[in-house]
């Protein structure tokens, strides 16, 4: 059974700081893609952050230079280090898991973990 779980949301002042981590099973983890998407209250989920098993990586414009993705495929892990945090950025933040496999597409998501950005 594959599972992606988060941890690491919580409460914090604008300009702080947080960092998200997710821990994937039941998946060979570094031969999946893995991303963080977000979703705010009333608004559709959205990309924010997605790091390929190769490497490269791609940012939604709202976050970019504030917020890094990275990954250590041996501890089979994700992290999305957000800094600089605003209002805006209060949501449910999701990590995700896919790979497509010649016609077969996996993909997997975790159960989300709040980020709330508030004075």
């Known amino acids: 059974q594959v599972q992606l779980v988060e941890s690491g949301g919580g409460l914090v002042q604008p300009g702080g700081s947080l960092r998200l981590s997710c821990v994937a099973s039941?998946?060979?983890?570094?031969?999946?893609?893995m991303g963080w998407y977000r979703q705010a209250p009333g608004k559709q989920r959205e990309l924010v952050a997605i790091?390929?098993?190769?490497?490269?990586?791609t940012y939604a414009d709202s976050v970019k230079g504030r917020f890094t993705i990275s990954r250590d495929d041996a501890k089979d892990t994700g992290y999305l280090q957000m800094n600089s945090l605003k209002p805006e950025d209060t949501a449910v933040y999701y990590c995700?898991?896919?790979?497509?496999?010649?016609?077969?597409?996996?993909?997997?998501w975790g159960q989300g973990t709040q980020v709330t950005v508030s004075s």
């Open positions: 995700n898991s896919k790979r497509t496999f010649g016609l077969t597409s996996y993909e997997y």
């Open positions: 039941g998946i060979i983890f570094s031969i999946y893609d």
């Open positions: 790091m390929a098993y190769g490497g490269r990586t």
